[in-house]
Structures are given as structure tokens and as C-alpha cells.
């Protein structure tokens, strides 16, 4: 397949994932707009007072950057997983993967879509928090970087939770007891410097922490670790998950057998 029939390609397996999201904005991108509203209102308005400021800035301000993280990350992965397995539950993956395609194009065309399902909602829940708090942008290149970097290595990780998944409740199991923790406890609603050592250093071994902490230097600029870490981990992660999911499909794991 020649470069022109590949961009072709790619891009009707994009415009697919796009049209199928936002068929359904109902499900797919107002849940998060309205979630994000209560935990502005719960945390934001009720409880923020009684916590006063983190690191220098209020603390409904301090939460906004992990709260829009969090959509995106939930959104990209759930947009991947979800359609991924449903073309593998109704075989019409046979087809793109009896063409001429690449691997990769089909990798690069899912996770496009969860990319713009994630940066849709973002989007959106950024819109909701500026209705309760200013967001002064310290770095667009970081915020934007690290954005687009996170949405598209967890949209790379639901197509691995698709391809090994065999009954629609396998596509829930990683979201539930695996993601929901760990960007729980990424340091969306407090500084790590709050923990005590123990659980500080527990704390960087969640990747999530990194994503969140760059993104909140992006807008905020503050952050908990070094940047040159965060990017760091966030690539690595990125390019791991993105060369597993070249591996797996070329093998068939979970197509072929």
C-alpha cells in the first residue's frame, strides 16, 4: 500500500471514531462536563475554604489541571476500548486486518480518535472550570505537549485492554480496579509534599502523578517533580505501549485465535 492509500487509510478509520463519539455526545462527552461540575462544587466550593491554598495558589485553582487531566485520560482510553472491541466482537476488524493496511496505520487511526474523544472532553471540562475559577496558562508548548502525549499513550493502552479482552466485562476491569486508583491517588486533589515519606515515595511510582504534575506546570506552573521526569516518563510509557500494540496485533493475540 502506497503512502497516498495509506493516508487515506488512516483517515477514514479517524473520521469513523469521530463520527461515532460524537453521535453519541450525550454518553460519551457531557457525563464528564456535568461529573467535573460536582467535584467543583464538593471540593472546589465545600471543602476548598477549609484547606485554604497549596503552594501558594487557592486550592480550587490548585485542582482544575488534574481534574481536566483526568477527563482526558478516562475519555481517551474508554473511546479506544470500547470501539476496538466492539470491531473485534462483530468481525469487521477481519477486514482491515485482511487488506493491504499496516499495523501501525490501524494503531495510529484508534488511537487518533481516542486522542480527539480525550482533547473533545477536555475541552469541555476546561470550559466548566473557567466558569469557577481563572486558569492563568504558565506554558502553552508544556500544557499542550504533555495534553496530547498523555491522551495518546492511554488510548494506546485501551487498544491493549481491547485486543486481550474476550467478553465486554474484561473491558471494564482494567478502568475499574487498575486506572480509577491510580489517577485517584495521582495527586489530582492534593501536593504529594502533604504525604508522609512512606507514601510520598510510593507516589512516584504512579506514572499518573507525572502526567498530572506537567500538566499542572503547564498551566499553573508549579510541580512536584522535576519536568525533564515527567517527560520523560510520559514518552517512555507512550513509546511502550504504542510498540506492544504493534507486537500484539501483528501476533493476532486475541484476533487470530
Known amino acids: ?71 482526558i485520560i478516562t475519555s481517551s482510553y474508554a473511546n479506544v476500548v470500547a470501539s476496538f472491541y466492539g470491531s473485534k466482537f462483530q468481525r469487521n476488524l477481519d477486514e482491515m486486518l485482511v487488506s493491504p493496511m499496516p499495523d501501525y496505520i490501524i494503531v495510529l487511526g484508534y488511537a487518533a480518535g481516542g486522542v480527539a474523544r480525550g ?58 480496579f487498575v486506572l480509577t486508583p491510580l489517577t485517584y491517588l495521582g495527586g489530582i486533589f492534593y501536593s504529594i509534599d502533604m504525604l508522609p515519606d512512606f507514601w510520598r515515595g510510593v507516589s512516584f511510582v504512579n506514572p499518573i502523578l507525572y502526567m498530572v504534575n506537567g500538566f499542572r506546570y503547564g498551566i499553573l506552573g508549579l510541580t512536584d517533580m522535576s519536568i525533564g521526569m515527567a517527560y520523560t516518563i510520559i ?3 507512550t513509546v511502550v505501549m ?16
Request: aromatic fraction near 12%; proline fraction near 5%; include cysteine.
Open 242 to 257: 504504542f510498540l506492544l500494540c504493534l507486537y500484539l496485533l501483528k501476533r493476532g493475540t486475541g484476533i487470530r485465535n
Open 119 to 176: 482533547l473533545c472532553v477536555g475541552t469541555v471540562v476546561t470550559l466548566v472550570a473557567l466558569c469557577f475559577v481563572h486558569l492563568p496558562v504558565a506554558h502553552w508548548g508544556v500544557m499542550v505537549s504533555v495534553c496530547l502525549l498523555t491522551s495518546m499513550l492511554f488510548a494506546f493502552a485501551g487498544l491493549v485492554n481491547a485486543i486481550f479482552a474476550n467478553s465486554f466485562d474484561d473491558i471494564n476491569i482494567i478502568p475499574t
Open 1 to 71: 500500500m502506497d503512502l497516498q492509500h495509506q493516508y487515506i487509510a488512516f483517515g477514514t478509520i479517524v473520521r469513523r471514531e469521530i463520527t461515532r463519539f460524537t453521535r453519541i455526545w450525550t454518553q460519551t462527552i457531557v457525563p464528564p462536563a456535568v461529573t467535573t461540575t460536582l467535584y467543583f462544587l464538593i471540593f472546589g466550593k465545600l471543602i476548598g475554604p477549609r484547606i485554604g491554598v497549596v503552594h501558594g495558589v487557592p486550592y480550587i485553582q490548585y485542582i482544575v489541571p488534574g481534574l481536566v487531566m483526568m477527563s
Open 235 to 237: 514518552i517512555g510509557f
